[in-house]
């Protein structure tokens, strides 16, 4: 799924991973977990999750905070300019923090934060 005017392929893998491992994945590819710069953006990524997996399940986007907690950074190093955090959200709950980004929580376009260890789908975005 291209979106061409910001010359980036996505994609969803469906693969249960640690954002970890699909960081790492989508580096194989030759692109990152995707970077979201707009609504507009988020919309059709959410539109591509469920294309693949029939449902608007929750997926690993390359936003994250472990290197300074509160300091959110893109996987792929472009700068943090949108996010659609639910109400509430980041909130960093939980043992061990939370320190990694879902989209679709709550089957809404809302994001949250969420423990880096959790396994689950992704998308990886790849410059054209």
């Not at 953006?41 to 907690?69: M, P």
């Amino acid at each position: 799924f291209s979106l061409s005017n910001i010359r980036r392929c996505f994609f969803v893998d469906t693969r249960h991973l640690t954002m970890a491992e699909a960081e790492l994945s989508c580096i194989s590819h030759g692109g990152n977990l995707a970077s979201i710069h707009s609504s507009w953006e988020n919309l059709c990524i959410r539109h591509l999750i469920y294309q693949t997996c029939r449902a608007y399940v929750t997926a690993w986007i390359g936003l994250f905070d472990a290197i300074q907690e509160g300091k959110w950074m893109w996987t792929d190093g472009s700068r943090v300019a949108y996010t659609s955090w639910g109400s509430g959200e980041p909130n960093n709950v939980g043992h061990g923090g939370e320190h990694c980004t879902e989209i679709n929580w709550g089957g809404s376009h809302y994001w949250n934060d969420i423990p880096c260890h959790f396994r689950k789908p992704f998308v990886c975005a790849r410059k054209l």
